[in-house]
């Protein structure tokens, strides 16, 4: 993965009030830190920053600009998001160095399709793996064709790119492959659930009023 140049202005407003003005402005609340440096709060432009995470992911590097004329290699430690606005809040950024190595989390992708008559369970969709931090995978695919019912997918079954390693535990589960339930299965299991449901509801109507008592 590529870096990404971006530019940074330094702020001097702090606090939700600042934020929120910062954000206003179309730019991202960011603090950059690392490698023994003064953390330093910059505000990033959101739709540059925004348009790299579609691309790159939330292991994409970027090349950062500052106003002095430096420049700061810097990966994203933690984003906060608003769900419901879909834009970012703020942004932790940790420096690194070129051919330094960083540990991270990649988004795990299980291509193919497993045997006629089973069902994929993910069990976890991220790996922890020690790379590069220049040649960070945006993800890493694990292929699930054609297997069969109590079949599991591993972190030591994933394929890594050249350079990296693993960071997990190799006998950690990605995935269980186990038997599709039957048509009728599902049908007696919302049978049951709806049942249980109404018993429930019977059982609170049926519940007696507290008394209150007067002193």
């Keep these: 993965m590529s870096e990404v140049k971006i ?7 702090f606090g939700k009030g600042g934020a929120r003005r910062t954000r206003r402005a179309g730019k991202v609340p960011a603090v950059l830190y690392g490698h023994g440096e003064a953390p330093k709060h910059i505000a990033l432009p959101a739709r540059e920053f925004a348009a790299a995470i579609r691309h790159g992911g939330f292991n994409q590097v970027f090349n950062i600009d ?23 809040d703020h942004v ?31 069990e976890h969709n991220t790996l922890s793996i020690i790379a590069e ?32 390693e693993l960071h997990a535990d190799p006998e950690l589960v990605l995935a269980v492959i186990s038997v599709a339930p039957t048509a009728e299965q599902l049908e007696g299991a919302a049978e049951g659930e709806a049942e249980e449901a109404a018993e429930a509801e019977a059982g609170e109507a049926e519940a007696p009023a507290a008394e209150s008592t007067e002193s």
Excluded: C, N, W, Y
């Design 92 to 122: 932790d950024l940790i420096i690194v160095r070129r051919g330094e190595k960083v540990t991270v989390d990649v988004p795990v992708q299980l291509i193919g399709e497993a045997a006629k008559g089973t069902l994929v369970m993910t």
């Design 7 to 13: 530019s940074a202005e330094p702020r001097s407003e």
């Design 133 to 164: 931090a220049l040649h960070l995978p945006d993800h890493l695919d694990v292929s699930i064709e054609g297997m069969e019912a109590g079949s599991h997918v591993t972190a030591g079954d994933v394929k890594l790119p050249s350079g990296a």
């Design 66 to 88: 500052m106003a002095d004329g430096t420049q700061t290699l810097a990966l994203p430690k933690a984003i906060q998001r608003d769900p419901i606005k879909d834009t970012f």
